[in-house]
């Protein structure tokens, strides 16, 4: 989403947090280990973070019966069990997000989870572990501290739901990208130096070689007819489902499909050269070149996060000097809310998702977009030719 970012490896955006793409699309990618590790994280997370959330809700229970089995210290330290590897497990993808802005002087969305969960989660640990270091008028009749380890817990848990669901879309989006790849055969049949005929790998043909191409199949790379007549399917790049007539020196292209007769073609290009493999370059560089509304929305959160920063401490001053009692609790419970409410996820989502849904989506019909500025000056025109 940041062209300028480029790294060997996967791994997150240093300006954004947001996960890097490959710039070099593969048709066998396999599963998104990103995806995989943020599901484990996730279902390890809820499933610690439901009993934390009963346990904060005790007082609302009807009977409070939770009270009757456990005191209040009992139930802060069973919550600091659970929510501890929710927040520091779990919530390790984004601790590391949020200091890689920090050390970039780049603040976005992770900035503000990281700054609200720790803080929700640290001051929730000292009030279990030393509620004495808290004044008295901090803590409640049975001379404990409030603690928001649900809080923490919650949010890490929801903001991985969150991340899993992007991923999943960013996942299905690239599926236009290797249906395009797919179009390539995997064989070719080369003629050896001694005049017989083998199937190799599409990867050791090179320029120069001489292929046969039988009824049926698809022409493995591009090239020029040097022997035979056909009459080839060109509908992958054209759109028009009418064969075309091929002959001697008569130009092919990689992908399109020999209808009828068996020719014999010389390979002129391969690989990145193919006109197929430019398609498909061009479909992912669309994909992550950058909308003109995009740079606004950069621009905003720049001044976006360190604002949400400002008014979260100017928040917890205000609850601390004027708020009721138990001060600080409100003081905390405010400034950690205006951190995770005003979160921009949307800001850093919204723009690049639609881009590489609408190029993808595209591809898959056959309409490819240069790039993502096209794709918004699209919705001004009122004619088509």
């Not at 130009?251 to 391969?270: E, H, K, L």
């Not at 509304?293 to 949400?308: H, M, T």
Request: hydrophobic share 50%; charged share 20%.
């Amino acid at each position: 989403m940041h062209l300028e970012v480029v790294q060997e490896g996967p791994g997150s955006c240093p300006i954004c947090g947001m996960a890097l793409e490959p710039v070099a699309p593969v048709l066998d990618e396999g599963p998104s280990q990103e995806l995989l590790e943020m599901q484990r994280r996730l279902l390890g997370s809820a499933v610690l973070t439901l009993p934390v959330f009963v346990a904060a809700m005790a007082d609302m229970l009807p009977g409070r019966p939770l009270h009757e089995l456990f005191a209040p210290r009992t139930l802060a330290f069973a919550q600091l069990v659970l929510a501890t590897p929710v927040v520091i497990w779990g919530g390790w993808p984004f601790f590391q997000r949020g200091v890689a802005s920090l050390r970039s002087r780049h603040l976005n969305m992770f900035t503000l989870i990281a700054l609200g969960t720790g803080a929700a989660w640290l001051s929730s640990v000292v009030a279990t572990l030393a509620p004495g270091v808290f004044p008295a008028s901090f803590r409640g009749h049975d001379g404990g501290a409030p603690v928001y380890f649900e809080a923490a817990a919650v949010i890490v848990t929801l903001v991985l739901l969150g991340q899993v669901l992007e991923l999943r879309a960013r996942h299905r989006t690239g599926a236009a990208i290797r249906s395009l790849l797919a179009l390539a055969p995997r064989t070719a049949r080369r003629f050896r130096d001694d005049g017989g005929e083998e199937d190799v790998a599409l990867e050791d043909v090179g320029p120069g070689d001489r292929l046969r191409v039988r009824p049926g199949e698809k022409v493995p790379v591009d090239g020029e007819v040097i022997e035979g007549r056909s009459a080839l399917d060109e509908s992958m790049l054209t759109g028009e489902p009418m064969p075309v007539e091929k002959g001697p020196g008569d130009r092919v292209i990689g992908a399109t499909v020999n209808q009828v007769g068996s020719f014999v073609m010389r390979v002129d290009r391969v690989g990145s050269e193919t006109l197929l493999a430019q398609i498909v370059a061009l479909v992912a560089e669309a994909q992550r070149s950058r909308a003109p509304i995009q740079r606004l929305a950069d621009a905003v959160a720049a001044w976006f996060v360190p604002a949400v920063v400002v008014a979260s401490v100017v928040t917890f001053a205000g609850w601390a000097w004027f708020g009721p009692e138990p001060r600080f609790a409100y003081a905390l419970v405010n400034a950690v809310a205006v951190l995770v409410i005003a979160c921009p996820c949307a800001l850093g989502l919204a723009t690049p998702m639609s881009i590489l849904v609408a190029a993808g989506k595209g591809a898959s019909v056959g309409v490819l977009f240069r790039d993502a500025e096209a794709i918004e000056v699209l919705r001004s025109i009122d004619t088509l030719v």
